[in-house]
């Protein structure tokens, strides 16, 4: 996947930093900026910044930036899990009233940011309000600039009246960039613009937020909502640093068609056949290049071009409607003479060499004289939680373990095995595994690895006890290159991996921690486990006998 690379972040020095808070927007002459609070990893110290809001759809707390490459692994946050019975009953506070054992601000700031608390039968939930915007409305860096324009959506289709229709046709404008489009766009794109509830709270954001120093709206109605969340818990409260999956919206129509100016389709006569460069049948030995490009993104300052824009793939959020409907494409025919494109011959033999390249990219206001490309995000979706298994086992074991050991920084994140083996795959779907970053203060990491079992198979826990205190970079290569590994040995973990990374870690199994995982909803099971796994790993003291002698 490419690398994401912010130039601003860069200028914060060699120190990792995590993005910690964000508080609000603010509008300059070149056009709408986010501001962000960053903490540093290893100092505690606190900067701000100002990045382009074509940046909020990647933007969530706890995620950390490596000389401004974005990490895969949050540095905080455990997996949580609420049913929320109405979203649109909430009351809205401030960052002042977050209790400071919950989320620490070091006694900064005059708490004017905006949140939304739930009242939950698992507790009170507590959510930034511009995290709840970011994961209902902002899909892309075209919804992100469009959010704080009033009407601005109108311009990115042809207007519907909101409401339900059995059949709706969404006819997107050139000025929605066709690299953003799928399936899984054009049905959020549909609730947003057309479901009158989702509409009136994306125009509430522009109408309450507007000219304040917050971020401030009316949430739609969903009912029973279900959140799967990352978040940091203080008893029966949970603070949301990135909403990952939710559940409650309703599909404005039974059928939903969507094209765009350039989704066509050329039909050819077979008359008068080109060549074109195509796959070589005589298997020539020739080593083939794959290209990869990584985007440097600047400061927003200078704005964009109104053309040309590049595309990468996030791995960020998921949304569940209420079932599921046809979605097709709609493609402009066009007939035009010449045949079927014929191939010349290229090779497709010999081996692959990854070839990487950067460039310059910007999300900030498109502007005729920039010279820019902007910078689109495709959406995919995560890992999910259906997919886990008896991962749950371990997530409920390592909350009791955060519950327990509050000073400990606990990360947690799921992630997709690598692709292209038989281990890959479970039950017909990307196998998960789960990672979990312990972060003991005053010393080196320890990172927990397990991965989803199904199709028989037998394997322990591991732990990566690494053996120095490290930058979270050579935490996160360590985590892939083991990960990787796993899967390249059909499923055990691979001994040439372990040895291969003995200089920076140690690693360790841990079989039959864990057992039997179908008791892991057995009343007290997850807190003995808790207790283990923290003996093991040298974070709790053992109990002293007290018999006599």
């Given at each position: 996947?490419?690398?994401?690379?912010?130039?601003?972040?860069?200028?914060?020095?060699?120190?990792?930093?995590?993005?910690?808070?964000?508080?609000?927007?603010?509008?300059?002459?070149?056009?709408?900026?986010?501001?962000?609070?960053m903490?540093g990893?290893?100092?505690?110290?606190?900067?701000?910044?100002?990045?382009?809001?074509?940046?909020?759809?990647?933007?969530?707390?706890?995620?950390?930036?490596?000389?401004?490459?974005?990490?895969?692994?949050?540095?905080?946050?455990?997996?949580?899990?609420?049913?929320?019975?109405?979203?649109s009953?909430?009351?809205?506070?401030?960052?002042?009233?977050?209790?400071?054992?919950?989320?620490?601000?070091?006694?900064?700031?005059?708490?004017?940011?905006?949140?939304?608390?739930?009242?939950?039968?698992?507790?009170?939930?507590?959510?930034?309000t511009?995290?709840?915007?970011r994961f209902?409305?902002?899909?892309?860096?075209?919804?992100?600039?469009?959010?704080?324009?009033p009407?601005?959506?109108?311009?990115?289709?042809?207007?519907?009246?909101?409401?339900?229709?059995?059949?709706?046709?969404?006819?997107?404008?050139?000025?929605?960039?066709?690299?953003?489009?799928?399936h899984?766009?054009?049905?959020?794109?549909?609730?947003?613009?057309l479901?009158?509830?989702?509409?009136?709270?994306w125009?509430r954001v522009?109408?309450?937020?507007?000219?304040?120093?917050?971020?401030?709206?009316t949430?739609p109605?969903?009912?029973?909502?279900?959140?799967?969340f990352?978040?940091?818990q203080?008893?029966?409260?949970?603070?949301?640093?990135?909403?990952?999956?939710l559940?409650?919206?309703?599909?404005p129509?039974?059928?939903?068609?969507?094209?765009?100016?350039?989704?066509?389709?050329?039909?050819?006569?077979?008359?008068n056949?080109?060549?074109?460069?195509?796959?070589?049948?005589?298997?020539?030995d020739?080593?083939?290049?794959?290209?990869?490009?990584?985007?440097?993104?600047?400061?927003?300052?200078?704005?964009?071009?109104?053309?040309?824009?590049?595309?990468?793939?996030?791995y960020?959020?998921?949304?569940?409607?209420?079932?599921?409907?046809?979605?097709?494409?709609?493609?402009?025919k066009?007939?035009?003479?010449?045949?079927?494109w014929?191939?010349?011959?290229?090779?497709?033999?010999?081996?692959?060499?990854?070839v990487?390249?950067?460039?310059?990219?910007?999300?900030?206001?498109?502007?005729?004289?920039?010279?820019?490309?902007?910078?689109?995000?495709?959406?995919?979706?995560?890992?999910?939680?259906?997919?886990?298994?008896?991962?749950?086992?371990?997530?409920?074991?390592?909350?009791?373990?955060?519950?327990?050991?509050?000073?400990?920084q606990?990360?947690?994140?799921?992630c997709?095995?690598?692709?292209?083996?038989?281990?890959?795959?479970a039950?017909?779907?990307?196998?998960?595994g789960?990672?979990?970053?312990?972060?003991?203060?005053?010393?080196?990491?320890?990172?927990?690895?397990?991965?989803?079992?199904?199709?028989d198979v037998?394997?322990?826990?591991i732990?990566?006890?690494?053996?120095?205190?490290?930058?979270?970079?050579?935490?996160?290569?360590?985590?892939?290159?083991?990960?990787?590994?796993?899967?390249?040995?059909?499923?055990?973990?691979?001994?040439e991996?372990?040895?291969?990374?003995?200089?920076?870690?140690?690693?360790?199994?841990?079989?039959?921690?864990?057992?039997?995982?179908?008791?892991?909803?057995?009343?007290g099971?997850?807190?003995?486990?808790?207790?283990?796994l923290?003996?093991?790993?040298?974070?709790?003291?053992?109990?002293?006998?007290?018999?006599?002698?």
């Amino acid at each position: 996947m490419s690398r994401l690379l912010i130039r601003q972040l860069t200028n914060l020095g060699p120190e990792h930093v995590e993005m910690y808070w964000l508080a609000g927007l603010v509008e300059k002459e070149s056009g709408w900026f986010v501001r962000a609070a960053m903490r540093g990893v290893e100092s505690g110290q606190y900067s701000k910044v100002e990045l382009p809001i074509g940046l909020l759809p990647i933007l969530s707390l706890g995620h950390v930036f490596a000389r401004g490459e974005r990490q895969s692994l949050p540095a905080r946050g455990l997996i949580g899990q609420a049913t929320i019975s109405d979203t649109s009953e909430c009351e809205e506070i401030t960052s002042a009233d977050i209790p400071a054992g919950l989320y620490s601000f070091d006694r900064r700031g005059s708490g004017i940011q905006r949140l939304l608390r739930y009242s939950t039968a698992q507790g009170d939930v507590l959510i930034p309000t511009i995290e709840l915007v970011r994961f209902l409305f902002l899909h892309n860096s075209t919804l992100a600039h469009a959010i704080v324009r009033p009407g601005a959506l109108n311009l990115l289709f042809h207007p519907e009246a909101p409401g339900y229709q059995r059949v709706l046709t969404l006819r997107f404008t050139s000025k929605l960039p066709k690299r953003c489009l799928s399936h899984q766009f054009a049905q959020e794109f549909a609730w947003i613009a057309l479901d009158p509830g989702a509409r009136r709270a994306w125009d509430r954001v522009c109408l309450q937020s507007i000219g304040k120093e917050y971020v401030s709206f009316t949430p739609p109605q969903l009912r029973n909502s279900v959140w799967k969340f990352r978040g940091v818990q203080q008893g029966n409260q949970w603070l949301v640093l990135e909403l990952l999956h939710l559940t409650g919206k309703h599909h404005p129509c039974d059928e939903l068609y969507y094209g765009h100016p350039s989704m066509k389709e050329v039909i050819r006569s077979k008359e008068n056949a080109e060549r074109k460069p195509g796959a070589d049948t005589n298997g020539d030995d020739v080593s083939r290049e794959h290209f990869v490009y990584d985007y440097e993104l600047d400061d927003g300052q200078d704005g964009a071009k109104t053309h040309g824009e590049k595309a990468t793939d996030i791995y960020s959020k998921q949304s569940e409607f209420d079932r599921s409907i046809t979605v097709e494409k709609l493609l402009i025919k066009l007939d035009r003479p010449g045949g079927n494109w014929a191939t010349e011959p290229v090779s497709t033999t010999g081996p692959m060499v990854e070839v990487r390249k950067t460039i310059k990219v910007s999300s900030g206001d498109q502007r005729l004289s920039a010279t820019l490309p902007p910078l689109e995000f495709k959406l995919l979706k995560p890992a999910s939680w259906d997919c886990a298994g008896d991962l749950s086992a371990l997530a409920g074991t390592v909350q009791k373990m955060a519950q327990r050991k509050p000073q400990i920084q606990f990360g947690m994140s799921l992630c997709y095995l690598k692709t292209g083996r038989v281990f890959s795959m479970a039950n017909r779907k990307p196998r998960v595994g789960l990672v979990v970053t312990i972060m003991p203060p005053g010393y080196p990491p320890i990172v927990l690895l397990d991965v989803e079992r199904t199709g028989d198979v037998a394997l322990s826990l591991i732990a990566l006890r690494f053996r120095h205190r490290t930058t979270f970079d050579v935490v996160e290569a360590s985590v892939q290159r083991s990960l990787d590994g796993l899967v390249d040995a059909s499923g055990h973990w691979d001994h040439e991996v372990e040895q291969e990374l003995s200089k920076v870690c140690a690693c360790e199994r841990m079989p039959k921690m864990l057992t039997p995982r179908n008791k892991a909803d057995a009343e007290g099971q997850t807190a003995l486990w808790a207790m283990k796994l923290l003996l093991r790993l040298g974070l709790e003291v053992a109990p002293v006998s007290s018999g006599a002698g």
